[in-house]
């Protein structure tokens, strides 16, 4: 009975350790499958334009930094 025992701890053991790390790691994680999953699905084709940017970001044809010349920021004063 006692062996018995202390597999049911040792199994309720691991559960809760592997919950704790899912809740710990949770944005790590989804970020991980969300790119598995992408990279295992068939009809995904990183060379697609239409898939670039994941919706709502820059395309793959427009430069990392925009025209830098047109900033609406005021300028800084010298000291």
Do not use: F, H, Q
């Not at 239409?50 to 047109?70: H, M, N, R, V, Y």
Request: glycine share 12%; hydrophobic share 45%; aromatic share 2%.
């Amino acid at each position: 009975m006692g062996a018995v025992v202390t597999a049911v701890i040792a199994i309720a053991a691991v559960v809760l350790g592997w919950i704790t790390i899912e809740m710990a790691c949770k944005p790590c994680l989804e970020t991980g499958r969300r790119a598995m999953d992408r990279a295992l699905d068939p009809n995904y084709d990183p060379d697609s334009p239409t898939t670039a940017g994941g919706g709502g970001g820059a395309s793959a044809t427009e430069p990392l930094l925009g025209d830098l010349s047109a900033s609406t920021a005021p300028p800084a004063k010298a000291i």
